[in-house]
């Protein structure tokens, strides 16, 4: 069976960078079963974080979410499997860290949505335009994960 294309942009924001938890976000992905295939440190400039968020443009929280993320340097990852999409939604947790379930990534370790760590695709349209936006196509990697068949039923 042909391996699934299926990805998410999943980034470490800056403020889970200051927190010492891009280790701990990889760990997560990982151990679910999924397969990173692009990872980098990147500084991301106020134009990438405008088109990013593209669809908060005039939202209260718009102008603050640039300043603060252009602030310092992010982990922008490619991650691909069987419903990464839905899956990595759920390993972030609720946008608003109160609301977000204990054992999420936001419900373990936030509390502000401001400052709520990680950010992931939400739909295959949005991760298509997000891996664009932070990748080139010969930064993703493609690799054959061993022991892909004990870990899904499509692979
Ligand atoms: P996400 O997909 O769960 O990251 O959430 P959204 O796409 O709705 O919002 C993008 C990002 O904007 C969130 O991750 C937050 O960092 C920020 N954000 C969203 N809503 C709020 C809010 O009500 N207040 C603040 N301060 N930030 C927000
Ligand atoms: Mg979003």
């Keep these: 069976m ?6 998410s942009l999943i980034l470490v924001k800056h403020d889970g960078v200051q927190r010492g938890l891009v280790g701990e976000v990889i ?3 990982e151990n679910r079963g999924f397969k990173l295939i692009g990872l980098k440190y990147v500084q991301a400039t106020r134009a990438q974080l405008e088109s990013h968020y593209e669809d ?3 939202k209260d929280f718009f102008e603050p979410l640039l300043a603060y993320g252009s602030s310092g340097p992010a982990v922008a990852m490619v991650w691909e499997g069987h419903g990464i999409i ?10 608003d860290p109160i609301k977000a379930q204990p054992g999420t990534i936001r419900g373990d370790y936030a509390t502000a949505a401001g400052r709520n760590l990680v950010h992931g695709s939400d739909s295959e349209k949005a991760a ?19 022991g892909a ?7």
Excluded: C, N, P
């Design 27 to 29: 760990r997560r992905f």
């Design 86 to 95: 839905t899956a990595g939604r759920a390993i972030l947790g609720a946008t």
């Design 2 to 7: 042909a391996a699934t294309r299926e990805r």
């Design 149 to 155: 068949q004990h870990l899904h039923d499509k692979y």
């Design 128 to 146: 298509k335009r997000e891996v664009d936006l932070w990748f080139k196509a010969e930064e993703l990697l493609t690799w054959h994960r061993a």
């Design 56 to 58: 908060h443009k005039g």
